[in-house]
């Protein structure tokens, strides 16, 4: 089991994941069309060489999605009972086929429920970064895991 129990997490802990991940055009492509997503500047090649960006802009989502995958090993893997939610979602810089993306994860926030003993709530900041250590998503994600004991 990778993931941490409850008990074993602080506040300011802070994880520099080491899985990176090149997004490629099958990746775009797939996860845009699974979702149903037909916006122009994901599938289109020649509307998003028309656009600003000159280029296919890659699906946000996608890249919140891999953030968030990229995450789970280090964080809630074997000791996650839910994903509470997901805030304060903002994709500051886009993402390109190509780019390479790696994630950071620090704990904001660390407290026991209130309502399931054994068990308490960790809040952390991740942000993805691409090869130019530019940020391109960020969100606060609260989990309930269980604890050690």
């Known amino acids: ?38 916006q122009p500047l994901h ?22 999605s891999l953030m968030v995958g990229i995450t789970v090993g280090d964080t809630t893997a074997g000791t996650l009972v839910a994903n509470l939610g997901y805030d304060e979602l903002r994709m500051p810089k ?11 994860s620090e704990v904001i926030a660390v407290r026991p429920s209130q309502s399931r003993p ?7 900041k991740h942000r993805m970064r691409n090869q130019r250590d530019e940020i391109v998503c960020e969100c606060t994600r609260s989990a309930l895991l269980k604890s050690r004991g």
Do not use: C, Y
């Open 94 to 104: 886009p993402v390109f086929i190509g780019d390479t993306l790696r994630a950071e």
């Open 1 to 38: 089991m990778a993931g941490r129990w409850f008990d074993e997490w602080q506040v300011g802990d802070t994880i520099a994941h080491e899985l990176r991940r090149t997004v490629t055009e099958t990746d775009n492509l797939l996860f845009s069309t699974m979702t149903h997503n037909t």
């Open 43 to 64: 599938i289109d090649a020649e509307a998003a060489k028309a656009s600003e960006f000159g280029r296919i802009l890659v699906n946000g989502t996608f890249t919140f």
């Open 118 to 124: 054994g068990q308490g709530i960790v809040t952390w």
